[in-house]
T-cell receptor, first 116, second 116 residues
Framework: EAGVAQSPRYKIIEKRQSVAFWCNPI?????LYWYQQILGQGPKLLIQ????????DSQLPKDRFSAERLKGVDSTLKIQPAKLEDSAVYLC??????????????FGPGTRLTVT | AQSVAQPEDQVNVAEGNPLTVKCTYS??????LFWYVQYPNRGLQFLLK??????LVKGSYGFEAEFNKSQTSFHLKKPSALVSDSALYFC??????????????FGTGTLLAVQP
């Protein structure tokens, strides 16, 4: 079974530029998550999708971050404009969701973003 | 609010010795608890979970964890450490507050260093 795929793996941009990350979840997983992991901290949820609907985006800085999950499969996370404090690893995860009854999430390798 | 605490930033253990990585939790209701491991430049890998049932949970790579309700702890253990176990370990709790389904709240992580 293929895991969660993410691209790019690394990205370096200047502040005020825009950037987009892509995620392809495990086939059949209804729930998709984007987490931000700042160096030295645990991951923090940015947004959660159930199929193509948003379940929780309470910690997403909506003035600069946006995310979509068209057709309930792939997802993109965008930052525009980027700030220095956005430097972090962006992790995508997927799970079967509550109906699956398993609850664990499976993570992709992440995208390391450096904003200079 | 749901939270987990990992009191040790780093744990050092000699290869072949038993290891313990500590985690305590604070939740309302019954906790759903998880352990993940993160190797350098990799995403998080699921190790094990406690949802209900036996207090001793067995997971991947020979790891196990003991759920202790009275001490609100979920410590990760392994009888005999390997150098290859050296990595960053995260404890997490499922957050059901505010209607979020399946959101994970992570601890700050514990770096496990196994010396040969």
């Amino acid at each position: 079974e293929a895991g969660v795929a993410q691209s790019p793996r690394y990205k370096i941009i200047e502040k005020r530029q825009s950037v987009a990350f892509w995620c392809n979840p495990i086939s059949g997983h209804a729930t998709l998550y984007w987490y931000q992991q700042i160096l030295g901290q645990g991951p923090k949820l940015l947004i959660q999708f159930q199929n193509n609907g948003v379940v929780d985006d309470s910690q997403l800085p909506k003035d600069r971050f946006s995310a979509e999950r068209l057709k309930g499969v792939d997802s993109t996370l965008k930052i525009q404009p980027a700030k220095l404090e956005d430097s972090a690893v962006y992790l995508c995860a997927s799970s079967l969701g509550e109906r699956g009854g398993t609850y664990e999430q499976y993570f992709g390798p992440g995208t390391r973003l450096t904003v200079t | 609010a749901q939270s987990v605490a990992q009191p040790e930033d780093q744990v050092n253990v000699a290869e072949g010795n038993p290891l313990t990585v500590k985690c305590t939790y604070s939740v309302s209701g019954n906790p759903y608890l998880f352990w993940y491991v993160q190797y350098p430049n990799r995403g998080l890998q699921f190790l094990l979970k406690y949802i209900t049932g036996d207090n001793l949970v067995k997971g991947s790579y020979g790891f196990e964890a003991e759920f202790n309700k009275s001490q609100t702890s979920f410590h990760l253990k392994k009888p005999s450490a390997l150098v290859s176990d050296s990595a960053l370990y995260f404890c997490a709790v499922r957050d059901r507050v505010g209607g979020a389904t399946n959101k994970l709240i992570f601890g700050t992580g514990t770096l496990l260093a196994v010396q040969p």
